[in-house]
């Protein structure tokens, strides 16, 4: 009995010096960076992140350029004092040595809290946004979320089934691609032969993406398709060699072909755009290839443009 009391008396005081944090790290879905939230913080429900019931409390998980991560390690070296009165402060995680700053700030007339964290991801770099009101902050204190970014974990995959399930569309054939990730979730996913080590210049890509604006009237969207295939990033140099209206699956469409140059090692690219019309949103579909192996991946590419199908199907 006195051992009882005495295990009691130790799980008390724990929870009353330690925030309750969840046993494991939770990753948003779609998100590679995860952490163990506070309690009273789910799954938000329309960003990636979790947030408190009231939805005050806000917690913003995504992803940014490797590079970054680099580049705010040697800003900390450097300078390791405060910077317009915010001092970075380093923690140790699961993954490495991550940063976080904290500053008072306003949200409307909302006296708030604000920290952000920066954490490496190997390919990429982790990257979470705090946000705790005053009438909150005495259950969510600088102390708490730094508990919370000290659980920061990075998984270098999220399984298939999970990223397509973000889609407002289906994906029914995948083109034998050998890697997928949704580049926003729920808005854009990649589908690669290569990867991010590699880069996805050298061999066969393709872009999926749901784009809210679309031409207004019919006349203009070869105009729109054309000025849309030659802003592709990371393409320079496009000429184009064929742009005309189309249909895909009963729906109107606008198909752009072009040549161009791409990526870092200035790879000769063939690139197909697709713009599908109809419904609130226009869907936007391009297809990139070197050169050489055009002939044999257009045909991967219309595969994969033949298989989306709306959600509710």
Known sequence: MKRLRLLIAIALFTAATHPALAADATFPPGA????????????????????????????????????????????????????????????????????YTAENAKDGTTAV????????????????AVQVPENAAKVYTDEAVRQMFASAKIRQEVPVAEQLGLMPFKLTDLGSFKNLRTLAPGAAIILADGDETTGFEAAPFMVIGIVGASPPEPGDRARFAQEAATRIPGVRE????????????????FETRLDATSGKDNTAVSIVQWLRFGGPAMMRIVGIAPRGEWDSAFPRFRAVRDGIQPRDQ
């Open 238 to 253: 496009a000429r184009i060699t064929m742009s005309e209206p189309i249909r895909i699956d009963g729906q109107q469409a």
């Open 113 to 128: 809290r604000r920290y952000s964290m920066i954490v490496p991801g190997g390919t990429f770099a982790g990257y979470v």
């Open 32 to 99: 590679r960076v995860g952490l163990t939230p506070l309690v009273g913080l789910t799954i938000a429900k329309n960003f990636s992140g979790f947030e408190s019931d009231d939805q005050n409390v806000k917690v913003l998980v995504t992803e940014l350029p490797a590079d970054a991560y680099n580049e705010v390690a040697n800003a900390f070296k450097a300078n390791p004092t405060a910077t317009g009165g915010i001092k970075p402060e380093s923690i140790e995680t699961s993954v490495g040595t991550a940063f």
